[in-house]
């Protein structure tokens, strides 16, 4: 099955471009910001923009100063567990998609607080999401085909929703779908 990783990978990720970036490690930069005495976060991200600090590399620092969402220290296990406590028949679909996405290659997959994304070391080209109680959404990123069939732009994604039995012996039925440009 493909490994499934959480937040901690991009906390440390966004760490390590803030010291590429600037050329100074977190622990320094907490240091800084703790120094500041700015007390709230507006006030910290526009101090952090004038210092040359901006997206994943602020976002991380603003964290570290006024705390992380408790979803973002789970691990993936707790996150997965959370977005089927109450639709344990639907995780065999998750298991089962997981499964088939080691067969596209070097896959990654990363539990947010409500999907599953997988992705390539290029981008993200799924996210599979238990949206409703009754159903798993899966969402495809396939730049090279155009969308048909019961489809819908979400984001630049264009998703099908579909309702899953999984305790079906049958195999699922797929249907292609494309990001929106």
């Not at 969308?147 to 079906?168: E, I, K, V």
Request: proline letters at 4%; a neutral charge.
């Amino acid at each position: 099955m493909v490994e499934v990783k959480n937040w901690r990978q991009m906390i440390d990720s966004s760490a390590d471009l803030l010291a590429r970036r600037t050329g100074v490690d977190l622990p320094t930069w907490n240091a800084r910001v703790l120094d500041s005495d700015i007390a709230d976060e507006p006030a910290l991200r526009r101090w952090l923009s004038d210092q040359g600090v901006d997206g994943y590399a602020q976002m991380i620092l603003v964290m570290e100063r006024f705390g992380y969402p408790d979803f973002m220290l789970a691990d993936a296990d707790e996150l997965i567990d959370a977005q089927y406590a109450d639709r344990v028949h639907l995780r065999p679909i998750l298991d089962r998609l997981l499964l088939a996405a080691q067969d596209v290659g070097s896959v990654t997959a990363q539990a947010r607080k409500s999907y599953v994304g997988l992705l390539t070391s290029r981008r993200q080209f799924a996210v599979i999401k238990a949206s409703t109680r009754a159903r798993v959404d899966l969402g495809l990123r396939l730049d090279a085909i155009e969308p048909h069939g019961d489809s819908s732009r979400q984001r630049g994604w264009r998703t099908t929703r579909s309702t899953c039995a999984s305790n079906s012996p049958q195999p699922m039925k797929s249907t292609t779908m494309s990001s929106g440009g």
